[in-house]
Nanobody, 123 residues
Framework: QVQLAESGGGLVQAGGSLRLSCVVSGGALRLNTMAWFRRTPGKGREFVAAMTLSDGDSFVTDSVKERFTISGDSSKNTVYLRMDSLQPEDTAIYYC????????????????WGQGTQVTVSS
């Protein structure tokens, strides 16, 4: 059973940075794509970034691509989301997601989910 565990969230001032981590356990070798989504009050889960584990191909949504970077460390079964120049509108619960399928941007493309980590950006 694949399990995902996020960490690294917290409270940061506008303009600051955070790095979120997602550790995969219990079946990481079967996974093909890892992704980050976020959810704000009143909204559904919004795609942020994803990467293909086999070749490192990645995609970051336009609204944050100048500030966010997704990366991975296969030796640690960990995927990261580096977030720079954070703004109050980035405040959300950030979720790690995984699938055995190819890269997608819909939450319905992903079978496995972490519990989420809260990111709060103060102005």
């Amino acid at each position: 059973q694949v399990q995902l565990a996020e960490s690294g969230g917290g409270l940061v001032q506008a303009g600051g940075s955070l790095r979120l981590s997602c550790v995969v356990s219990g079946g990481a070798l079967r996974l093909n794509t890892m992704a980050w989504f976020r959810r704000t009050p009143g909204k559904g889960r919004e795609f942020v970034a994803a990467m293909t584990l086999s070749d490192g191909d990645s995609f970051v949504t336009d609204s944050v691509k100048e500030r966010f970077t997704i990366s991975g460390d296969s030796s640690k079964n960990t995927v990261y989301l580096r977030m720079d120049s954070l703004q109050p509108e980035d405040t959300a619960i950030y979720y790690c997601a995984a699938t055995t399928r190819s890269l997608g941007t819909s939450q319905y493309d992903y079978r496995y989910w972490g519990q989420g980590t809260q990111v709060t950006v103060s102005s």
